[in-house]
């Protein structure tokens, strides 16, 4: 009896292979090249958003968050962005159009008349 699982190329966290091991299955994987790497995390990152948005109790939004955090952090580090420099993009653009707090939605954009 056939029982191979084709699940396609997808990126996985780094214990995933072991907790296959560990249910008696034997995962098939490769190391990605920097650029299938790259386009991996924005897949993976695509998944996640889409997750997350789906997402229907506070329990899920936490552990998507999570997941989508992770991955971000990959894709600064492959890119050569470390947290420090994150940290000021961040209080820069902060400081230049402010966060989400206030909840604004912007309806339209009206040119005054003449």
Excluded: C
Aim: charged letters at 30%.
């Amino acid at each position: 009896m056939d029982t191979n699982v084709g699940i396609g190329s997808r990126l996985v966290r780094d214990g995933i292979p072991k907790e296959i091991e560990n249910h008696g299955e034997i995962p098939i994987t490769h190391i990605a090249s920097e650029e299938e790497f790259r386009q991996a995390l924005l897949e993976r990152l695509r998944e996640e958003v889409e997750e997350l948005i789906a997402s229907k109790t506070p329990e899920q939004v936490l552990e998507k968050i999570v997941d989508v955090h992770e991955v971000l952090q990959e894709i600064a580090s492959s890119n050569g962005i470390g947290p420090v420099t994150i940290g000021d993009a961040r209080r820069r653009k902060m400081l230049k159009a402010g966060g989400f707090k206030n909840r604004t939605i912007l309806e339209e954009v009206r040119t005054p008349p003449a």
